[in-house]
Structure formats: C-alpha cells, structure tokens
C-alpha cells in the first residue's frame, strides 16, 4: 500500500528544490493522482495508444518511467508480437520501486509485454530504433537548453510511422487563460485535500525544477526536432498530453 502524501503539510523554514528521493517515491502514487488533473484517464488512453502505434518486433521505451504506470498499462495493451518496453528513469530508488511493481505486475496479469528496467539519465541514453516513445510528463524537469536536442534523438531513434506520446503541465502566453487555468489546478489539489500551506510550499519546490511551456512552444519545438505533424488529444485544466508523428 502507498502512503498519503503529507510532504509539505508542516511548515518548513526553508524550501529546498523538490528531487525524486526516497521520500518523494513513498507517496508518489498518492501524490501524482491528487496533483495532475486527468492522469489515470491519461495513464489508461497511453496503453491504448501505444497499442495502435506499437510495432511487431520493435521497442518502446517509457522515459522518465517514475513508478512504471505508463508502461503497466502498455504491457497491457501491447499486442503486437515480439515488442519490449525500456522504462527508464534517473533516480534510483524510483527505479527500485518501478522493479517491485512490474514483478508484482507479471505475478497477476498474464501474457504482458516483457520490461527492462534502467536507471539512466535520458539525455545521456544511446536510444535504439522504436516505435512508440513516452514522455509523461518527464520533459518539464529537463534544463530548458537540453528539450530540444532530446526531441531531435527520438525523432532520429524513431521508425517510420513511429510516435511519440508527450505528456506537460501548459503554460499560456496569455495572462488571464494562465491565471484562470492555475487557479483551477489549486481548486483541484484543494478538493484533493491538500492545504493552502501544502499547495504553496509545493509550488516553492518545484518553481526552479518544473518549467512548463506553452502548447505553441511545445509544437514549434516538435516541428524543428523533425516531427511532421503534432497535435493535443487531451487537456484537463493546464495539464495536456500530445502525441507527435514522425
Ligand atoms: N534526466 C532524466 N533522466 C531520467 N529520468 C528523469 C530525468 N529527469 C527527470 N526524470 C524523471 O522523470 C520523472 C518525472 S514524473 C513522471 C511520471 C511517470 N512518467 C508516470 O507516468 O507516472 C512526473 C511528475 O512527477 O510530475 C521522475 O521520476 C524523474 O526521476
Ligand atoms: O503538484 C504540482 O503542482 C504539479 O504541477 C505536478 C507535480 C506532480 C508530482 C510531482 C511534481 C509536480
């Protein structure tokens, strides 16, 4: 069982930057689910789609895996024969949790698409040729000055008809489209029984670590990584997940 996430329900003097430590993966089921609008609904359609786009015989690799939830439900809608999924992520005990699960998961469940894990910094990763890449919600911790070339190295691992599902927090260029939609994540988390208290020292310690972009940003970029076409297929609130064609 998961644990409640009251990370940042005491107050604190000092906020450091938020990091994907031991504490953070204790609650993250918890924490994910009562923070992002949408994301089981998110989590659930990515298996579908990596179903339609998977290949026989190719790769898919879950980046930034986290706990591995996109890639259970792709192990449980990947059909095609011959595929495997790499979920990688770059913080250890992510990735030691991301194991349990994915054992636990083929202890329950039979006939899913094989997994390998790796802890590896995704920047750094010589991909091999795919057919479906994920990015949920991994793309708004990279440094800004790295998105791109990232984009540029799964567009290139890419095989032809392959896909990338990418998953941000928006921002908006417009100032009142930002502050109705950043209100409205604050209602959400509020209904998830979050505090004010939590909700502001949360935001302290992503603020440096977390940079959204606009949806034109995230299509311009997409574009020059050489993706030929783009588009949203779902959005709650400022939250939104795209798919980019190669
Ligand atoms: N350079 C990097 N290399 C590898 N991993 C990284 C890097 N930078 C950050 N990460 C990892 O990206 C993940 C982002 S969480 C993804 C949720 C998941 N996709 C899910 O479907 O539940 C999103 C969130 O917490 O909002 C964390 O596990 C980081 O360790
Ligand atoms: O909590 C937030 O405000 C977010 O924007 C999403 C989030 C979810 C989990 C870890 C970090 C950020």
């Known amino acids: 069982m998961t644990e409640t996430d009251k990370l940042f329900a005491q107050p604190r003097a000092q906020i450091g930057d938020f990091a994907f430590d031991d504490e953070v993966v204790r609650v993250f089921p918890d924490m994910i689910k009562r923070s ?13 789609i990596a179903g339609q786009y998977a290949r026989p015989d190719s790769l898919i690799y879950d980046l930034g895996c986290s706990l591995g939830a996109a890639t259970q439900s792709m192990r449980r809608h990947v059909r095609a024969s011959g595929c495997r999924i790499m979920a990688v992520d770059n913080s250890a005990p992510m990735i030691s949790r991301c194991r349990e699960y994915l054992f636990a998961q083929n202890a329950m469940v039979e006939e899913l698409t094989p997994v390998e894990v790796m802890e590896a910094d995704i920047t750094r990763l010589a991909l091999q040729p795919c057919s479906v890449v994920v990015l949920n919600f991994t793309l708004q911790f990279i440094p800004p000055p790295q998105r791109l070339q990232l984009l540029t190295d799964i567009h290139r691992a890419l095989l032809p008809g392959g896909l990338l599902i990418l998953s941000e927090k928006l921002a908006f260029a417009d100032p ?21 208290l939590e909700i502001a020292q ?45």
């Not at 992002?36 to 579908?48: A, D, K, N, R």
């Not at 930002?178 to 004010?196: C, D, I, P, W």
């Not at 603020?207 to 709650?236: C, I, N, Y």
Request: charged fraction near 20%; hydrophobic fraction near 35%; include cysteine.
């Open 36 to 48: 992002v609008p949408g994301y089981p609904t998110i989590v659930e359609t990515i298996g579908l």
């Open 176 to 196: 009142r489209t930002q502050q109705n939609l950043e209100t409205m994540h604050y209602v959400f988390k509020r209904a998830n029984g979050y505090s004010e």
């Open 202 to 246: 949360k935001r302290s310690a992503i603020e440096k670590v977390m940079l959204p972009d606009t949806l034109e940003a995230h299509q311009d970029r997409l574009f020059k990584a050489g993706f030929s076409h783009s588009h949203s297929w779902f959005q709650s609130l400022n939250f939104c997940s795209m798919m980019a064609h190669k």
